[in-house]
């Protein structure tokens, strides 16, 4: 192989990548934690993303914790008000679930937003 051909064949899958990601849509919601101690997912319903951003709402007093569905204060990912987490995309073809993001709270009734980039 040539080195322009396999230079072209790179180029057709990087605009395609490209392609596949512009058809995508862009999201936003807000989780808050009822009970402390009490892991909540993300979303009810399976939300495909390609990148999420969850940030502890400014508001909050004490901190929130990120992760997967065993999430407590003492395992996951803590935020401090205003701290932000990013799951970020490598690929269109790496995607994480709204539903399988949980989020728990050191504080009753505090929480998060998060924004997102779905397929």
Same mark, same amino acid.
């Given at each position: 192989?040539?080195?322009?051909?396999?230079?072209?064949?790179?180029?057709?899958?990087?605009?395609?990548?490209?392609?596949?990601?512009?058809?995508?849509?862009?999201?936003?919601? +807000? +989780?808050?934690?009822?009970?402390?101690?009490?892991?909540?997912?993300?979303?009810?319903?399976?939300?495909?993303?390609?990148?999420?951003?969850?940030?502890?709402?400014?508001?909050?007093?004490?901190?929130?914790?990120?992760?997967?569905?065993?999430? !407590?204060?003492?395992?996951?990912?803590?935020?401090?008000?205003?701290?932000?987490?990013?799951?970020?995309?490598?690929?269109?073809?790496?995607?994480? !679930?709204?539903?399988?993001?949980?989020?728990?709270?050191?504080?009753?009734?505090?929480?998060?937003?998060?924004?997102?980039?779905?397929?």
């Amino acid at each position: 192989m040539t080195r322009r051909k396999w230079f072209t064949g790179i180029l057709t899958v990087v605009f395609l990548l490209a392609g596949t990601a512009l058809q995508a849509g862009m999201g936003d919601g +807000k +989780k808050t934690v009822t009970a402390a101690g009490t892991a909540e997912a993300l979303s009810a319903t399976s939300t495909e993303c390609i990148w999420v951003i969850v940030t502890a709402k400014p508001a909050n007093t004490g901190s929130v914790y990120i992760g997967g569905s065993t999430v !407590d204060a003492t395992r996951g990912t803590p935020l401090l008000p205003g701290e932000s987490v990013g799951f970020p995309g490598i690929t269109p073809y790496n995607l994480y !679930d709204l539903a399988l993001i949980y989020v728990d709270a050191a504080v009753n009734g505090e929480g998060v937003t998060f924004s997102y980039f779905s397929r």
